[in-house]
C-alpha cells in the first residue's frame, strides 16, 4: 500500500467517524453519547478510535474547523471586494451555499446550544458571527441597522430548522430565506451608506420616510 493510498484512507475513516458521531451527538445528545458508543457504532476498537481523536470534544472540533473552512475563505474574499450592496448580496448567496453544506452541524449547535456554550466552539463561533458582521454591516451603523445585519444572519441559520417541516421543496424555502436576509442586509445599507457627492440620502425602497417627532 502506497502512501496516497494510505492518507485516503486515514481520511475516509475520519469522516466516517465525524459523521457517525455528529448523528449520534444529534440523536440522543452531545453529553450523553461517549466514545465507546462512537467506537461500537463505527465497529472498531476505542484504542483504533483513539488513533484519530483522544476525545469526543476533539471530534466537534474538526467538523466545525473542516465545515467552516469555507465560511473563512468567503470572509476573507468578502474583505477584499468594495464594501458595496451587490459584494453583500454576493456574500449573503455564498453563504447560504457553505451553511446548506453545513447544514447538519449548523442543526446540532442550534439545538445544543447550552453545551456549545461550554465548549471551545462556543467562542469560535462568536469569532465567526463577529467576523460575518464585520463584512455585512457598514461602518458606524446606528442600531437599528445592526439588529437588521443581526437579524439577516438569524434569519439565514434558523431558515434551516424552522422551514424543514414546512409545506414547499428544499430550493424554494432556500430562495425564501435568502430574499428575506437580502431584503434586511439591502434596507441596513442604503439607510447606513452615506450619499455620494452631489447626491441626496434617500430612503431605501418599500421604507416609510421618518418624519422629524413634532411636540
Known sequence: MNDGTRRQRRGDTRRR????????FSEQ??????????????DVTKAALYY???AKEDILMSLF?????????????ARRQPPSLETKQEFLLRY???????????????ENQATVR???????????VTALMDVLQEPGASLPDRVRCVSALIT???????LKEAEGDPESKHRAVLTVATELIAQAHHASAPPRPGERHTDPPGRPRQEPLTS
Open 96 to 110: 447560504s451555499r457553505a451553511l446548506t453544506a453545513a447544514a447538519p452541524l449548523v442543526r446540532f449547535m442550534q
Open 17 to 24: 467517524v465525524q459523521e457517525t458521531a455528529l448523528a449520534l
Open 118 to 128: 461550554e465548549l471551545r466552539i462556543g467562542g469560535m463561533f462568536k469569532d465567526r
Open 29 to 42: 445528545g452531545y453529553e450523553r453519547t461517549s466514545l465507546r458508543e462512537i467506537a461500537e457504532a463505527l
Open 52 to 54: 484519530h481523536f483522544r
Open 65 to 77: 474547523e473542516d465545515l467552516t473552512r469555507p465560511i473563512d475563505e468567503l470572509v476573507e474574499w
Open 156 to 162: 439565514m441559520h434558523l431558515g434551516l430548522l424552522a
